[in-house]
């Protein structure tokens, strides 16, 4: 142990780094308390960071010291994590696009180009640890951390803190641990740490934040309660449950698998954490101590601290802060919480995490979870069950239960079966199925959440999206099923040529190889993903040892066939897995009565089904469906004949199956990229290591000499000169005193020094910049120190040379084709997009459809060489849009053209003479995508805030066309009919393409020619014949539009407000940034938070083809739509009450803060790529728009944005353009008052 640091060093990560990633890694656990702990050194941001240590104003001289400059950062919010209970999020979207996709749940990454601080807190405990009297314990008290502590007591001190500090904070609830994370500004990491710190020291929990936090968990709940995944999810938790009950639902003696607890209801709601402890007199305040008390503690935690700082400095502030948390618990272990028998049943008693050599490198740890084993017994396996959905669709499950996998983390033997189960190519079971047009998609695997992976079991799931027809034929969908398994079976046991066992080697050694590039050339992640992820890896049962912690769950590190096939022959076996058929040919939930949840009663349910048969079913004759509980999920459930399952054991022995079957091992893959050697750049504008640092140069001016701030903009390496930018714009020529050769070995950091022009010149680096970031601009005298108080206007960089920014390599009326080559991410990666505009591509709903249906077809035709690429991490994108179609191919730059080259070949099949379907595309599979397409169109709008946004933009945009109007358009649709329709599509086209990356002149010329290839035949759009892209005026009053929601069962209600603005213009639209900068947090806190209208709450921009809108949104379940938009128009009122007493530093605050965003940097090519072709496809080709639009932010005053704010917003104009959507669900109470009353026979689909 360190004694000056009271800590334990653990083994050293950094030699596991990628290539790439140049942070500093340390664990230690802390000796006061045995917290483990992982420090993580920013050193990127540490250039930044630690700027001002070391460089005075331009008087002083050389070696004076400056002070540390403090940085303003804005505040950035984060999204639901998928199947976690993720809580206090934001909406992040400020600044949305407007287009035909539903974009809820999208987030813009805002980063001021200064990365910030973060740190994750791993709690052992989750919902798998909620007593039995309180389920949704873990997830409710994960709610209350957030509501003060002793130290640090108002309700919302901690949040505003990190609010107004540029930060988020956020936390979610799995099923074996608990996750609190943090992101701040770095000059406030170790305040913002402290403050962290008191959650797991003294939290406040009072009584009179109960209420408000029970309705916000019930609000999560409302919102997952339609959700066809999370009911099929709790129905097998149900029947986990059921096990151990006879026939009339009582419990036998003696068995106690029904206590797992899998079978647990983790999302809590106000039913199961209010409603039933009360009717059972339980001091719910007291329960929540107790569970904090038992298991918040320090051996049970884990922490990831990452900033700006050096090592001893981030340790030392960890251990000042975190050494206070309790090091065991606070109770004594092995009692049970609570004090009667009825709540001492079940699990709670028991599950107290043991460990051996606690506090040391070498710890043991047992958690008791282990111990149930898997959650199914016998009863519940070898079983069918058939589900009623939501939504129109049809999907087979299949599950086998396994024991856990943590141990497997070298071999990962799950994820190999998964690669040959989930193939998608040549000879896959998929492939051998749709040819039967039985299955259109498929996905295997363990997931990754707690239920499918946990500490007493792991569950492997193949899930296969089928027809209509393979409902029906599920059985002999199994048959493939079970002989495929009995191939890889066969492969494990046979011995090749060479005297070689198992499966072929040459799949491992494909897979290794894969990840490894993967791992080696990742992109670099946010800091609060990052520490999420690290936190995740640190779970109490995890077996990766402390040196793997980096690359343990990225890397393949050894090839275990003995285990492979140990799985496969004891496990994937007809008699240890479920069957779960959701299909709307049962039915949908709206055919049924709504119903209301019931967690009490459980001797009122029963496994089986009393009518009907596991193979001959008919919904007519099976009887009443059994019923769920808790989310209301309507199935019925049976025994698979024991004669069908011993067909499938036979059809799974260790043999190749029968060669009608087609089905195969996959083919070696030829998108395995062979060279990530990076492009040379062009010798007159190569790279440098001073390229974009910020210098200082010494001049003499008579016989004085005076320091000269200046960027480094060029360097051309045939005269090894460096073009520096001065302040005043002008731009010089120096001559490098140093070689080339001599300075790439080097590393450049503040405070280097250097000679220009045979040592006439001599220079000093200021600030250097990040990967990804331009010319910084920082130059360490007092202007720095203004812009960083978060009052003064930030450094705007130099306008780019053009060779900075994409240039046209084609350009004409059919191609224009843009090109760049990356100098900022230096990875071997590429971008390529396309868009085809088409005449005629929506100007009817039938060719919009058939746009769409050929965007499917191609998919499907291309699904077995797609997938082999997606395999070797190169992605790809097809769909219709508003004016034809967009391609998308991106990853190892190596294979990009290889697969484009694919895809348009078969893209420009569909434009052929005739009327027969392309070779590609088969009459069956034609078939297949119809179906897929009508049930999209049938599921659309299925949620109210969904249906909300697409009457919004269907009102503005006159050819966005309804899914039901689309759907009606297909529904006599024929090949004929389609082809034709396709002809008329692209009988005149226009292609726009950004090729980006690491793509130097040759590889623009190559993807050059084959794009005039592929083109030769096409006949030229010209620019008046482009798709019309209008937008209506909004009139000048009030307009409304209220509709019920389609889903009759919808809880929620949507409320849009849109107010347009006007056409785009730079002004308006960064003034209605700012307008969303100041509304957005006290709309979110006061709305959503205080008032609780519901859990989204939100604000944004919306960009409509050239138009400028503001939209306001609540979506709620438990106020009215007037309410709500009343409540929004009161808000207006306050939001001006509070502009005209806004102080001019408040207003800068906001000014600076959203001009820093608008100057972020590009964490990645993808976000480079994504700002370039949004420029190309809006026709504007302003590559610089950001720094445009933060030049114009210097020009807004307040009366600007007051009288910006009355001519848009204020309800005192008759001039406001005000457009208002209101979607009203069916929840009982006042979210559906004002709901329209419909026609029993109608369809709200149908009417609007």
């Not at 003696?253 to 209010?274: A, E, M, T, V």
């Not at 000093?764 to 720095?784: F, H, L, Q, T």
């Not at 993807?1007 to 798709?1027: G, R």
Request: with cysteine; aromatic share 8%.
């Amino acid at each position: 142990m360190n004694e000056k640091q009271q800590v334990i060093e653990g083994p050293d990560l950094n030699s596991s780094r990628s290539t790439l990633d140049e942070k500093q890694y340390r664990q230690i656990i802390l000796g006061q308390n045995g917290l483990r702990v992982i420090l993580i050194s920013d050193t990127h941001a540490m250039i930044h960071q630690n700027l001002y240590e070391y460089y005075s104003d331009d008087d002083d001289d050389d070696d004076d010291d400056g002070e540390k400059g403090k940085e303003h950062e804005d505040d950035t919010n984060t999204l639901n994590q998928e199947g976690k209970v993720d809580d206090n999020n934001q909406e992040g979207n400020h600044n949305d696009r407007d287009d035909d996709e539903e974009d809820e749940n999208e987030e813009e990454d805002e980063d001021d180009g200064i990365r910030k601080a973060a740190a994750a807190m791993i709690v052992g405990a989750g919902s798998f640890h909620d007593p039995p009297f309180a389920q949704g314990m873990a997830h409710f008290l994960e709610h209350m951390l957030f509501m003060g502590t002793e130290k640090y007591p108002g309700e919302n001190e901690y949040s505003a803190f990190i609010s107004k500090n540029g930060g988020c904070d956020n936390a979610y609830t799995e099923l074996e641990h608990t996750v609190y994370h943090v992101e701040v500004c770095q000059e406030k990491l170790f305040e913002a740490l402290d403050m962290f710190s008191q959650f797991f020291i003294a939290p406040l929990m009072l009584k009179d934040a109960v209420d408000r936090e029970l309705n916000i968990i019930e609000s999560e709940f409302q919102l997952s309660k339609n959700s066809d995944e999370c009911r099929l999810q709790k129905l097998l938790c149900h029947d986990c449950g059921l096990q151990g009950q006879d026939h009339d639902g009582k419990e036998k003696s003696g068995d106690i698998r029904k206590q797992h607890p899998f079978s647990s209801f983790s999302w809590g709601n106000i039913q199961s954490l209010k409603h039933i402890p009360e009717k059972n007199g339980i001091d719910m305040m007291k329960e929540l101590r107790n569970f904090y008390n038992r298991y918040y503690y320090a051996q049970n935690m884990s922490l990831v601290v990452m900033g700006a700082y050096t090592l001893d400095e981030l340790e030392k502030h960890v251990v000042q802060s975190f050494s206070q948390v309790p090091a065991l618990p606070r109770v004594a272990v092995g009692v049970a919480i609570g004090d009667d028998e009825e709540r001492n049943g079940m699990c709670h008693d028991t599950l107290d995490i043991q460990r051996e050599n606690a506090g040391t490198w070498n710890v043991k740890v047992h958690t008791p979870i282990q111990d149930f084993g898997m959650p199914f017994g016998q009863e519940a396996l070898g079983r069918i069950c058939r589900i009623v959905p939501v939504k129109d669709r049809h999907t087979l499950s299949v599950t086998w239960q396994l024991p856990p996998q943590w141990e497997h983390w070298k071999s990962k033997p799950c994820d190999y079966i998964a690669h040959l189960l989930g193939h998608e190519a040549a000879g896959s079971l998929l492939s051998a199925l749709k040819e039967k047009s039985w299955v259109n998609e498929c996905y295997a695997g363990v997931g990754t959440g707690g239920y499918e992976n946990a500490s007493s079991h792991a569950l492997f799931s193949l899930t296969l999206t089928i027809s209509v027809e393979g409902v029906s034929h599920w059985t002999e969908i199994l048959q493939y099923v079970y002989y495929y398994i009995g191939m890889i079976r066969h492969y494990c046991k046979r011995t090749d040529d060479r005297g070689e066992r198992g499966l072929p080697i040459w799949i491992y050694e494909e897979l290794r190889a894969i990840q490894q590039v993967s791992y080696e050339f990742a992109d670099e992640t946010d800091p609060i993903d990052f520490v999420e992820d690290m936190a995740d890896r640190l779970t109490p049962y995890s077996c990766l040892p402390p040196e793997r912690l980096l690359d343990g769950d990225d890397l393949l590190f050894e090839f275990d066939n003995n285990t492979i096939q140990m799985l496969l022959d004891e496990h994937f076996s007809p008699f240890n897995a479920r069957v779960d058929i959701m299909s709307s040919t049962f039915g949908r939930a709206s055919d049924f009565d709504d119903h209301k949840t019931n967690l009490e009663n459980k001797a009122n349910h029963v496994m089986n089904s009393t009518h009907g048969d596991a193979t001959k079913f008919c919904v007519e004759m099976a009887g009443e469906p059994l019923i769920e509980p808790i989310f209301g999920t309507r199935y019925w459930s049976h025994k698979i004949p024991n004669d069908l399952l011993m067909e499938w054991e036979k059809a799974r022995g260790p043999k190749l199956p029968p060669k009608e079957t087609e089905i195969s091992l996959p083919p070696m893959n030829p998108f395995v990229p062979k060279k990530f050697d990076l492009k040379m750049l062009p010798e007159d504008d190569g790279h440098h290591p001073l390229l974009f640092c910020s210098l200082k140069i010494c001049v003499s001016i008579g016989k004085t000499k005076s320091w000269f701030p200046c960027t480094c903009n060029r360097y051309d390496g045939t005269l090894n000169k460096m073009l520096l930018g001065m302040e005043d714009g002008e731009e010089v020529w120096h001559l490098l005193d140093m070689p080339f050769d001599e300075f790439q070995h080097k590393r450049v950091m503040p405070d280097f020094e250097g000679t220009f022009d045979n040592k006439t010149t001599k220079f000093r680096v200021i600030s250097v910049p990040k990967n990804g970031e331009g010319a910084v601009m920082k130059y360490g005298d007092e202007s720095d120190w203004h812009v960083e108080d978060g009052i003064h206007f930030p450094h705007i960089p130099p306008p780019l040379p053009e060779s900075r920014l994409p240039s046209l390599v084609v350009n004409t009326n059919l191609l224009k084709l843009w090109h760049l080559q990356d100098r900022k991410f230096k990875r071997p990666i590429g971008e390529f997009r396309i868009r085809i505009a088409c005449a005629n591509a929506n100007k009817t709903p039938l060719h919009k459809a058939c746009a769409e249906l050929m965007a499917i077809l191609l998919r499907d035709a291309t699904t077995e060489t797609c997938y082999l690429a997606s395999v070797c991490e190169l992605g790809n994108d097809v769909e219709a849009n508003d004016v034809g179609f967009s391609i998308r191919v991106h990853g190892f730059d190596d294979k990009v053209l290889d697969l484009t080259t694919v895809i348009l070949d078969v893209f420009f099949s569909f434009r052929k003479e005739g009327t027969d379907l392309p070779p590609a595309i088969k009459h069956h599979r034609f078939e297949s995508c119809l179906e897929i397409l009508r049930r999209r169109y049938g599921n659309a709008g299925m949620k109210a805030s969904s249906l909300c946004s697409d009457i919004r933009l269907r009102c503005l945009m006159p050819t966005v066309w309804s899914s039901t109007s689309k759907a009606n358009a297909i529904v006599n649709i024929t090949p004929f009919l389609f082809m034709k329709t396709i002809s008329d599509i692209m009988s005149k086209v226009s292609m726009e393409c950004l090729y980006m990356g690491n793509f130097d002149k040759n590889d623009a010329a190559l993807a050059k020619e084959i794009l005039v290839s592929a083109t030769a035949s096409l006949k030229a759009m010209q620019k008046k014949q482009f798709p019309k892209q209008e937008v209506i005026v909004t009139p000048t009053c009030s307009f409304n539009i209220v509709t019920p929601t389609i889903d009759p069962q919808e809880p929620n209600t949507a409320v849009e407000v849109y107010f347009q603005c006007g056409k785009d213009d730079l002004m308006d639209r960064v003034t209605v940034d700012l307008l969303v900068q100041i509304m957005y947090e006290p709309l979110y806190d006061q709305v959503r938070t205080k008032e609780q209208f519901g859990y989204q709450v939100s604000c944004g921009c919306r960009w409509t083809h050239g138009v400028i809108g503001l939209c306001f949104k609540i979506v709620t379940n438990c106020k009215s739509a007037e309410a709500a938009s009343i409540r929004i128009e009161k808000f207006l009122v306050d939001t001006r009450a509070n502009l005209v007493q806004m102080s001019q530093k408040s207003l800068m605050e906001h000014i600076v803060a959203l001009a820093n965003n608008k100057l972020q940097k590009f964490n990645s090519l993808e976000e480079e790529a994504d700002c370039f072709w949004s420029e190309i496809v809006e026709n504007r080709y302003d590559f610089e728009v950001h720094r445009k639009e933060a030049e114009a932010l210097r020009n807004i005053t307040k009366d600007h944005l007051l009288q910006s704010f009355d001519q848009w917003l204020s309800a005192s104009n008759a001039e406001r353009r005000k457009l208002e959507i209101r979607t009203i669900g069916t929840s009982e109470g006042m979210a559906s008052e004002g709901r329209p009353i419909i026609g029993r026979h109608e369809s709200v689909a149908e009417i609007i």
